[in-house]
């Protein structure tokens, strides 16, 4: 139970997180259109904007960070390991994750390699600040449950 708890808190800070970043970079997109006297765009823009990053939010949590967390998570716990090495393993199993989602893109859709592994690099770089958040979420969730768990135990 609290590996889903603490695991949904964090898919909700880095989601919620991703959109409010989209908001406010629309916002600041208007703020520049108002101040250099172009065009405002259209009223679909927020909308559009908000569900695409929710939509790409809820992709990457579902199909790289959530399973290159548990996966690093369950790594650090069977070995026995700190669990501040979580982060570079779970980095290199985001990468692995992206490397591997690549080669099959590229497969399917008979793209050269060499773009694709570009795409997939720059999409492992925009996906590193939010596995950084995502990480820190999911340990301070962990923390405030097992102190919370913790405390009831002494009340009883």
């Known amino acids: 139970m609290r590996f889903v708890l603490k695991h949904a808190i964090a898919a909700s800070v880095v989601i919620a997180g991703i959109v409010a970043v989209t908001a406010a970079s629309n916002f600041a997109l208007l703020?520049?259109?108002?101040?250099?006297?172009?065009?405002?765009?259209?009223?679909?823009?927020?909308?559009?904007?908000?569900?695409?990053a929710l939509i790409a939010g809820i992709v990457a949590v579902g199909l790289i960070l959530l399973p290159?967390?548990?996966?690093?998570?369950?790594?650090?716990?069977?070995?026995?390991?700190?669990?501040?090495?979580?982060?570079?393993?779970?980095?290199?199993?985001?990468?692995?994750?992206?490397?591997?989602?690549?080669?099959?893109?590229?497969?399917?859709?008979?793209?050269?390699?060499?773009?694709?592994?570009?795409?997939?690099?720059?999409?492992?770089?925009?996906?590193?600040?939010?596995?950084?958040?995502y990480w820190w979420s999911m340990q301070s969730a962990d923390w405030l449950l097992r102190a919370a768990t913790a405390r009831r135990r002494r009340a009883r």
Request: charged letters at 10%.
């Open 68 to 133: 290159a967390t548990a996966l690093a998570e369950r790594i650090t716990e069977r070995k026995q390991v700190r669990a501040v090495f979580q982060i570079p393993i779970a980095t290199a199993l985001a990468g692995s994750f992206l490397l591997l989602t690549t080669f099959v893109v590229t497969v399917a859709r008979g793209t050269p390699w060499a773009s694709a592994a570009l795409t997939g690099g720059v999409i492992f770089a925009i996906l590193l600040v939010p596995l950084g958040v």
């Open 31 to 52: 703020a520049w259109a108002v101040l250099m006297g172009q065009p405002l765009g259209g009223p679909l823009a927020l909308p559009g904007m908000v569900l695409f």
